[in-house]
């Protein structure tokens, strides 16, 4: 086995990174098998170390549901087809950045340079799926714990604007026939889509402070997860009106700004530059609020009060997060298409 950790990555979708986490980690492995026809326990076959030790091969599977999967996939394969003694390395991480770092040999999960580590004994032997927090991990640690090799696993996502199927059913049975899953139908000149919502300040309501970005902290940074780049946007729109309510947090569009109460509340998780210039263009009646991770650092404050609340806001899928009672998705909101160029102006 080389000095450095194989690093098999899945670059799958943008997710924040969130430093500043430790995790929990053991090892478990499967007490039933799923295929007919499987290597017995006595043959089975071990990773052997430069000390001549054999090792079980270590499959990492953290918290997300696609890694899981995967993980239980991989598991198979290995322990099942392969015949390679295998366990699960389980990790209550929320994203993909730690998992580099057990791959890596590093002991301290505070630690980006790595400085305490046992290359020759890394708790993970690859990664499964690779986001972007793990790629700016990789590329933070010093060259000689640094995974090499990269490959790409990838799915199609839906990245956008949604809402609860129930406000989409409440609108196309009003007198007024919205389609609240149509960008259109939010537009304040021809209509008044607020009453199908829950006034801004619920989101205020269900939401703890600590899980509230202030727009006093989206200004200063450009390089700023939660950066709003009002520069840009006050070039674009010629709206110099930045100036948030709700305590600093909430941020009204041009469309409902001389009547806070007509404005729908969008909750976000990213993205709040482009919610506000496509607020803007659109005429689109907002009351914006930007989430950030949270206690834990995985967004359970914002899940908690989108399923509480009637409210327009951004996620993407395949992602098990939310789900209703009934066992429904939430509904995508139909955007004018733009391209990549357009995305980037």
Do not use: K
């Amino acid at each position: 086995m080389s000095h450095r950790a194989l690093l098999l990555s899945a670059a799958i979708f943008v997710l924040l990174f969130c430093p500043g986490q430790s995790y929990e980690t053991y090892f478990s492995n499967h007490s039933t098998y799923c295929l007919p026809n499987t290597t017995r326990a006595d043959q089975l076959r071990y990773l052997s170390y430069g000390n001549r030790t054999d090792y079980s091969v270590r499959i990492p599977r953290p918290t997300w549901t696609s890694a899981q999967v995967l993980a239980e996939i991989v598991y198979i394969l290995l322990s099942e087809v392969m015949g390679y003694s295998s366990v699960f390395l389980n990790t209550d991480a929320v994203y993909s950045g730690p998992v580099v770092l057990y791959v890596a040999g590093c002991l301290d999960d505070l630690d980006d340079t790595c400085e305490r580590n046992n290359i020759n004994d890394p708790r993970a032997h690859f990664t499964l799926e690779s986001w972007s927090g793990a790629q700016t991990q990789a590329a933070s640690l010093p060259e000689s714990v640094r995974p090499e090799l990269a490959g790409i696993l990838d799915y199609t996502l839906v990245d956008g604007w949604f809402v609860w199927q129930e406000v989409v059913e409440a609108g196309l049975a009003s007198p007024q026939h919205l389609a609240l899953d149509y960008y259109r139908s939010y537009n304040a000149t021809a209509h008044d889509p607020h009453p199908f919502f829950d006034h801004w300040t619920r989101m205020l309501d269900l939401l703890p402070p600590e899980a509230v970005v202030p727009c006093s902290a989206m200004d200063s940074d450009p390089t700023s997860l939660y950066y709003r780049n009002a520069p840009g946007y006050i070039r674009f729109s010629n709206d110099t009106n930045l100036t948030c309510a709700g305590g600093g947090t909430t941020w009204f569009s041009p469309a409902c700004r001389r009547d806070p109460d007509t404005c729908v509340p969008f909750l976000l998780q990213y993205a709040h530059d482009v919610a506000m210039q496509a607020a803007a263009w659109l005429d689109l009646p907002v009351a914006i609020l930007l989430a950030s991770p949270g206690a834990r650092g995985d967004y359970a404050e914002f899940y908690d009060a989108v399923r509480r609340g009637r409210f327009l806001f951004n996620w993407f899928t395949p992602d098990d997060s939310l789900v209703d009672p009934q066992g429904r998705l939430p509904t995508n909101v139909v955007l004018p298409i733009t391209t990549q160029e357009q995305y980037l102006a």
